[in-house]
Nanobody, 125 residues
Framework: QVQLVESGGGLVQGGDSLRLSCAAS????????MGWFRQAPGKEREFVAA????????VYADSVKGRFTISRDNANNTVSLQMSSLKAEDTAVYYC??????????????????WGQGTQVTVSS
Protein backbone atom coordinates (compact mmCIF):
# COMPACT_ATOMS: atom_id res chain seq x y z
CA GLN A 1 0.00 0.00 0.00
CA VAL A 2 1.27 3.46 -0.91
CA GLN A 3 -0.20 6.76 0.16
CA LEU A 4 0.60 9.83 -1.91
CA VAL A 5 0.35 13.48 -0.88
CA GLU A 6 0.95 16.26 -3.37
CA SER A 7 2.01 19.80 -2.53
CA GLY A 8 3.31 22.92 -4.22
CA GLY A 9 0.35 24.00 -6.28
CA GLY A 10 -0.78 27.59 -6.47
CA LEU A 11 -1.61 30.61 -8.58
CA VAL A 12 1.12 31.89 -10.89
CA GLN A 13 1.39 34.08 -13.94
CA GLY A 14 2.11 32.91 -17.44
CA GLY A 15 5.82 32.30 -17.93
CA ASP A 16 6.45 31.56 -14.26
CA SER A 17 7.80 28.37 -12.78
CA LEU A 18 6.38 26.10 -10.12
CA ARG A 19 7.58 22.91 -8.46
CA LEU A 20 5.18 20.21 -7.38
CA SER A 21 6.17 17.53 -4.89
CA CYS A 22 4.64 14.21 -4.02
CA ALA A 23 5.49 12.49 -0.77
CA ALA A 24 4.93 8.74 -0.64
CA SER A 25 4.53 6.50 2.35
CA UNK A 26 5.65 2.90 2.37
CA UNK A 27 8.93 1.05 2.36
CA UNK A 28 8.80 -0.05 -1.27
CA UNK A 29 8.60 3.33 -2.98
CA UNK A 30 11.69 2.60 -5.03
CA UNK A 31 9.88 -0.32 -6.71
CA UNK A 32 7.14 1.87 -8.16
CA UNK A 33 7.14 3.81 -11.38
CA MET A 34 5.70 7.25 -10.72
CA GLY A 35 3.64 9.54 -12.86
CA TRP A 36 2.00 12.92 -12.92
CA PHE A 37 -1.40 13.49 -14.48
CA ARG A 38 -3.61 16.55 -14.66
CA GLN A 39 -7.27 17.27 -15.09
CA ALA A 40 -8.74 20.57 -16.19
CA PRO A 41 -12.42 21.40 -15.61
CA GLY A 42 -14.63 19.56 -18.07
CA LYS A 43 -11.76 17.53 -19.47
CA GLU A 44 -10.43 14.02 -19.10
CA ARG A 45 -7.48 13.30 -16.86
CA GLU A 46 -4.37 13.40 -19.02
CA PHE A 47 -0.84 12.12 -18.74
CA VAL A 48 1.87 14.66 -18.03
CA ALA A 49 5.09 12.81 -17.17
CA ALA A 50 6.43 9.57 -15.72
CA UNK A 51 9.67 8.23 -14.32
CA UNK A 52 10.86 4.65 -13.93
CA UNK A 53 11.55 3.13 -10.53
CA UNK A 54 15.27 3.72 -10.93
CA UNK A 55 14.87 7.27 -12.17
CA UNK A 56 16.97 6.50 -15.22
CA UNK A 57 14.18 6.98 -17.74
CA UNK A 58 11.49 9.62 -18.09
CA VAL A 59 8.66 10.23 -20.53
CA TYR A 60 6.60 13.34 -21.17
CA ALA A 61 3.46 14.43 -22.91
CA ASP A 62 4.22 16.44 -26.02
CA SER A 63 2.43 19.44 -24.53
CA VAL A 64 4.95 19.74 -21.68
CA LYS A 65 8.12 18.38 -23.25
CA GLY A 66 10.97 20.83 -22.79
CA ARG A 67 9.12 22.78 -20.09
CA PHE A 68 8.48 20.19 -17.36
CA THR A 69 10.96 17.91 -15.63
CA ILE A 70 10.08 14.92 -13.47
CA SER A 71 12.53 13.61 -10.91
CA ARG A 72 12.54 11.34 -7.88
CA ASP A 73 14.44 10.84 -4.67
CA ASN A 74 14.08 7.24 -3.55
CA ALA A 75 15.95 7.88 -0.32
CA ASN A 76 13.28 10.37 0.73
CA ASN A 77 10.27 8.79 -1.01
CA THR A 78 9.49 11.84 -3.10
CA VAL A 79 8.80 12.60 -6.72
CA SER A 80 8.79 16.12 -8.10
CA LEU A 81 7.56 17.94 -11.15
CA GLN A 82 9.45 21.10 -12.05
CA MET A 83 7.30 23.23 -14.31
CA SER A 84 8.61 26.22 -16.21
CA SER A 85 7.30 28.58 -18.87
CA LEU A 86 3.82 27.91 -17.58
CA LYS A 87 0.88 28.64 -19.82
CA ALA A 88 -2.79 29.24 -19.12
CA GLU A 89 -3.54 25.83 -20.64
CA ASP A 90 -1.46 24.19 -17.91
CA THR A 91 -4.18 25.14 -15.43
CA ALA A 92 -5.50 21.96 -13.86
CA VAL A 93 -5.53 19.78 -10.78
CA TYR A 94 -2.28 17.82 -10.81
CA TYR A 95 -2.21 14.27 -9.49
CA CYS A 96 0.67 12.08 -8.47
CA UNK A 97 0.31 8.37 -9.20
CA UNK A 98 2.22 5.19 -8.44
CA UNK A 99 2.47 2.09 -10.59
CA UNK A 100 3.24 -1.07 -8.70
CA UNK A 101 6.02 -3.08 -10.25
CA UNK A 102 6.90 -0.65 -13.07
CA UNK A 103 5.20 -2.38 -15.99
CA UNK A 104 6.95 -0.33 -18.65
CA UNK A 105 3.90 1.57 -19.88
CA UNK A 106 3.00 4.89 -18.36
CA UNK A 107 0.58 6.91 -20.44
CA UNK A 108 -2.84 5.85 -19.16
CA UNK A 109 -4.46 6.40 -15.79
CA UNK A 110 -5.61 2.78 -15.56
CA UNK A 111 -1.97 1.68 -15.50
CA UNK A 112 -1.51 3.21 -12.04
CA UNK A 113 -2.50 1.66 -8.75
CA UNK A 114 -2.37 4.53 -6.27
CA TRP A 115 -3.29 8.20 -6.50
CA GLY A 116 -2.87 11.34 -4.48
CA GLN A 117 -5.65 13.79 -3.76
CA GLY A 118 -4.37 16.37 -6.23
CA THR A 119 -3.06 19.91 -6.04
CA GLN A 120 -4.46 22.87 -7.97
CA VAL A 121 -2.26 24.78 -10.39
CA THR A 122 -3.71 27.96 -11.85
CA VAL A 123 -1.83 29.96 -14.45
CA SER A 124 -3.15 33.42 -15.21
CA SER A 125 -2.56 34.83 -18.67
Amino acid sequence: QVQLVESGGGLVQGGDSLRLSCAASGRTFSKYAMGWFRQAPGKEREFVAAITWSGRSTVYADSVKGRFTISRDNANNTVSLQMSSLKAEDTAVYYCAAQRGDRGTYYYAYEYDYWGQGTQVTVSS
